[in-house]
C-alpha cells in the first residue's frame, strides 16, 4: 500500500491532468490499437486509478465499465510501481478468486506496465488482457513498457501545450476544440448543450474582487465547479474558455431532468460561496441546443457568450434552458436582436421621436430629448422600453447609440437654423461608456455637423454610472472637456446618492418618472421630490422632472424651483416634422406657478 500522504499527492497529480471523466481521443486510441495488434490480445487499456475506482481513458476491445479500485488488476501495478505480468491467473493466488477472473471479462493472461508522472507518481496501467494464459518474454515486457512511455509522453504533452487554463487548471477553449471534434468524429449529429457560465457580472464583479483580493481568481473557478458538481452527478469536463467564463457539454437526452438541474445549479450560485467568504455568485448561464458536427468550437463558445449575455439582459439566470416559456423568450430575445441588428442597416424602421423640455423660468423650451422608434415591418411599433434592455449588455449597443447620435445630431442641426440655441438629449448606455471609441465619435459627429458641444446632452442612468468606476470617470471626464453636459437620467431608481453621483462630472439630473407622476396623491413623494430638488441644488445641479402628466404636477415641481419639465402634459414624443410645428405654433401649455 501507498502511504496516505504519498496517495493524497498521486491522486492531486492524477486530478491535476484533467484527464478523468474526459471524452475518448483518437491520440490515445491509436496507441491501445497498436499495442492490441502488436501483442495481438484481444483487450488493451489505457487504465487510471482514481480513488475508488479504475477509469478506462481509452480501450480496444469490449467495454468494461468502470471497475472497483480493489479488484482491478491495474491497482497492483500502480502500488507496486512496476510492469505485473500475470501468466495465468486463475494458477495465481493472488487473483484466482476475483471477480474478474471468475467472471466476464475472464481474465487469465495480465500484463501491466506503470504509467509514471515526471515527478514518480504512477496514474494506471497500460495493460494487455487475455482470455488464455500466455507467456511474456523479457523483450515483450521491455515493449510494453516502452509503449506506456508513450502514452505518458501523449499525456504530457497534453499538459505542456497549452490546454489547461494557467489560473483555474481547468481544459482551455484548445482542449474544449479537441474533445469536440473527436465528440464530432464519434456522434455526429447528436444532439447536445452547450452550457456557458459567465460569471463577469458587471455590477459584482468588483464587489468579488474587493472582497476576496487576488483570492478571487482562485477562489471563484472553485466555487464554480462545487455549484456544477454539486447538481450534475455525472462527471463531465468542466471548460475555462475564457477569462470569468466556464462551460460544458450536456446529452439531453442522458441527462433527465437537465433543466431543472440547471435550474438547481443557477440557485446554488446564488448562496454564498463559502461560510468564510459570504459573497454569492451572480452568473449569468447561456444555453445553447446543437447538433455535433453543425459548429465549430469557436463558433460555440461565441454563441455562448452571447445567449449568457442575453441571459443577463433579460434578467433570467437561464436563457433556452429553463422551460417552454423562457424557451419561448429566449427565441423571442434572440430574434428581436437579429432583426434589430437589421433594422441598423435598413432606411425607415428605425426613427427617432423628439420629447420637449419646458424651462419653467423662461417658459420656452430650448431642449428635446431623442427617443427612439422601432417600427418593425410585421411586429409593429417596438417599444424601446422591450428592446433596449435586451441590446443593452450586447455589442449592438454601440451601434444603435451611434445610429441615435447621427440621427439626433442631424436633426439638431436642422433645427437650430430656426431656433439657434436649441440642444438635443441623447440616452447612453453602460455599455457604451466602457467603449473608448465614444469621445472620438463625439467629436466627429459634433464637426460633421458643424454643432457646438452646447447643442448636445448625453443622458446616463446611474446603474450605468457604477461599474468599472475608475474609466468611467475618465470617459465623463473626457466628454465634459469636449464641453458636452451631462446628465443623470431616471435619477433615484439606483442605489446611489446625491453625494457620490456628485464625484462624476455632470451637471444635470432628472428625477425619475415613478416620483413625478403620483405627486398628486402621494404626499411621500412630495417630500423626497422637494428634498431631492433642494439637495441638487446645493450640489450645483439643474434639475429636470420627467413624467409631468397634468397642470397640477407642472405647476407644483416649478413651485418647488425644479428648472426644467418633461412629461405628456408639456409635450409627447414627436416626429422631428411635428416638433417644428409645435415649436412653431408654441404650444406650450401655461404653468401656474405655485409657491411651496
Ligand atoms: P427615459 O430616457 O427615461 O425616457 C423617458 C420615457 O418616458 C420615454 O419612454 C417617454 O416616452 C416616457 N414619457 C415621457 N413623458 C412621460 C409622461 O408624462 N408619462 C409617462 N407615463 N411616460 C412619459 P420611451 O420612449 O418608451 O423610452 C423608454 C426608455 O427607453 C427611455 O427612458 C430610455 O431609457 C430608453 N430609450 C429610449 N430611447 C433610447 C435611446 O435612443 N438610447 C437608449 N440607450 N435608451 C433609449
Ligand atoms: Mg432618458
Ligand atoms: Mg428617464
Not at 479488484?71 to 495465481?92: M, P, R, Y
Not at 499525456?155 to 484548445?174: C, D, F, M
Not at 444532439?191 to 456557458?196: G, I, K
Not at 430629448?369 to 422600453?385: D, F, M, Q, Y
Request: with cysteine; glycine share 6%.
Amino acid at each position: 500500500m501507498l502511504a496516505a500522504s504519498e496517495e493524497a499527492e498521486r491522486l492531486a497529480a492524477l486530478r491535476q491532468l484533467n484527464l478523468l471523466d474526459t471524452p475518448p481521443s483518437d491520440e490515445f486510441d491509436r496507441l491501445t490499437l497498436l499495442t492490441a495488434r502488436f501483442f495481438a490480445v484481444p483487450v488493451v487499456l489505457i487504465a487510471l486509478i482514481d480513488d475508488a475506482r479504475q477509469w478506462v481513458k481509452s480501450r480496444h476491445g469490449p467495454d468494461l465499465g468502470e471497475i472497483p479500485r480493489g479488484i482491478a488488476f491495474c491497482s497492483h501495478v500502480v502500488h507496486g510501481k512496476q510492469t505485473l505480468v500475470v501468466n495465468d491467473a486463475s494458477e495465481d493466488p493472488r487473483f484466482r478468486d476475483n471477480p474478474l477472473v471468475l467472471g466476464p471479462p475472464h481474465i487469465r493472461f495480465y500484463a501491466g506496465a506503470p504509467l509514471i508522472t515526471r515527478d514518480g507518481h504512477a496514474l494506471g496501467a497500460l495493460c494487455l488482457i487475455g482470455h488464455e494464459p500466455r507467456e511474456f518474454s523479457p523483450s515483450e515486457r521491455h515493449t510494453l513498457e516502452l509503449l506506456a512511455a508513450q502514452v505518458m509522453a501523449v499525456i504530457e504533452l497534453r499538459q505542456a501545450s497549452g490546454r489547461l487554463h494557467p489560473t483555474s487548471r481547468l481544459p482551455n477553449a484548445a482542449q474544449f476544440g479537441e474533445d469536440l471534434a473527436d465528440l464530432i468524429r464519434r456522434h455526429q449529429g447528436e444532439s447536445r448543450l452547450f452550457v456557458m457560465i459567465d460569471i463577469a457580472d458587471p455590477d459584482h464583479l468588483p464587489t468579488h474582487i474587493n472582497l476576496l483580493g487576488p483570492r478571487w481568481e482562485r477562489e471563484l473557478p472553485t466555487a464554480m465547479i462545487r455549484g456544477i458538481r454539486a447538481v450534475f452527478e455525472e462527471k463531465f469536463p468542466i471548460y475555462h474558455p475564457l477569462s470569468l467564463r466556464f462551460a460544458f457539454l450536456l446529452d439531453p437526452s442522458a441527462t433527465p431532468g437537465w433543466q431543472e438541474k440547471l435550474d438547481q445549479m443557477a440557485s446554488h450560485f446564488r448562496r454564498p460561496m463559502s461560510s468564510e467568504v459570504p459573497v454569492a455568485l451572480h452568473p449569468s448561464i447561456g444555453v445553447v441546443p446543437f447538433r455535433l458536427g453543425d459548429f465549430t468550437d469557436q463558433a460555440l463558445v461565441q454563441r455562448g457568450v452571447l445567449a449568457a449575455h442575453e441571459a443577463r439582459a433579460v434578467g433570467r439566470m437561464l436563457t433556452a434552458a429553463s422551460g417552454q416559456s423562457a424557451a419561448n423568450d429566449w427565441h423571442d430575445a434572440h430574434m428581436l436582436l437579429g432583426e434589430l441588428r437589421r433594422a441598423l442597416d435598413l432606411p425607415g424602421q428605425l426613427t427617432l421621436a423628439f420629447q420637449p423640455r419646458l424651462d419653467f423660468k423662461s417658459g420656452a423650451c430650448r431642449a428635446v430629448e431623442a427617443l427612439i422608434r422601432w417600427n418593425h415591418p410585421t411586429l409593429g411599433p417596438v417599444s424601446p422600453g422591450e428592446f433596449i434592455p435586451l441590446v443593452e449588455h450586447t455589442t449592438l449597443m454601440t451601434d444603435l447609440t451611434y445610429w441615435v447620435m447621427e440621427a439626433a445630431m442631424r436633426e439638431i442641426a436642422e433645427l437650430r437654423r430656426t431656433e439657434p440655441l436649441f440642444r438635443v438629449s441623447i440616452n447612453v448606455s453602460a455599455g457604451d461608456l466602457q467603449n473608448s471609441d465614444i469621445v472620438g465619435r463625439i467629436t466627429d459627429l459634433l464637426r460633421r455637423y458643424d454643432l457646438p458641444p452646447a447643442a448636445i446632452e448625453l443622458e446616463f442612468t446611474e446603474s450605468s454610472l457604477l461599474p468599472n468606476r475608475t474609466f468611467v470617470h475618465q470617459q465623463l471626464r473626457a466628454i465634459r472637456d469636449l464641453e458636452v453636459e451631462i446628465a443623470i437620467d431616471d435619477f433615484g431608481t439606483g442605489y446611489s446618492n446625491l453625494a457620490y453621483l456628485k464625484s462624476m462630472p455632470a451637471s444635470v439630473v432628472k428625477l425619475d418618472q415613478s416620483f413625478i407622476r403620483v405627486l398628486a396623491t402621494s404626499a411621500r413623494d412630495r417630500a423626497i421630490v422637494k428634498a431631492a430638488i433642494l439637495m441638487a441644488h446645493e450640489l450645483g445641479y439643474r434639475v429636470v422632472a420627467e413624467g409631468v402628466e397634468t397642470a397640477e404636477i407642472c405647476a407644483m415641481v416649478a413651485g418647488w424651483g425644479c428648472d426644467e419639465g418633461q412629461g405628456y402634459y408639456i409635450g409627447r414624443p414627436m416626429t422631428a416634422e411635428a416638433l417644428k410645428l409645435w415649436l412653431a405654433e408654441r404650444q406650450i401649455p401655461p404653468v401656474a406657478v405655485s409657491l411651496p
